[in-house]
């Protein structure tokens, strides 16, 4: 059974940083792709970001470019999530993910192509 659970969350002021992580249980991390999503209250979980399993392919949300960056470490079975330069609109749970076993780099944006996810942790931007 794999585990993810994340970190790193808390209130920050508009403009400020947080690096999330994602700390993975099980030997085969280093063979599948990873995302962040986020759930806004009242919203649908949305997609934020994806690494594929070596780290050298990224793809982010369009919005979001720019201010945030997703990385691995497979030494450490961790995801990373650094966002900058934060807004009141970013303030959502942020789950990270870990992809099926086949999944398309095309549909690694979509909630149903993953199958673990951890609990989220929650960030809140203040104006």
């Known amino acids: 059974q794999v585990q993810l659970v994340e970190s790193g969350g808390g209130l920050v002021q508009a403009g400020g940083s947080l690096r999330l992580s994602c700390a993975a249980s099980g030997r085969t991390f280093s063979r599948y792709a990873m995302g962040w999503f986020r759930q806004a209250p009242g919203k649908e979980r949305e997609f934020v970001a994806a690494?594929?399993?070596?780290?050298?392919?990224?793809t982010y949300a369009d919005s979001l470019k720019g201010r945030f960056t997703i990385s691995r470490d497979n030494a450490k079975n961790t995801v990373y999530l650094q966002m900058n330069s934060l807004k009141p609109e970013d303030t959502a749970v942020y789950y990270c993910?870990?992809?099926?076993?086949?999944?398309?780099?095309?549909?690694?944006?979509?909630?149903?192509?993953?199958?673990?996810w951890g609990q989220g942790t929650q960030v809140t931007v203040s104006s």
């Open positions: 690494i594929n399993w070596s780290g050298h392919s990224t």
């Open positions: 993910a870990r992809a099926g076993d086949s999944t398309p780099w095309l549909k690694l944006s979509q909630v149903d192509e993953y199958d673990y």
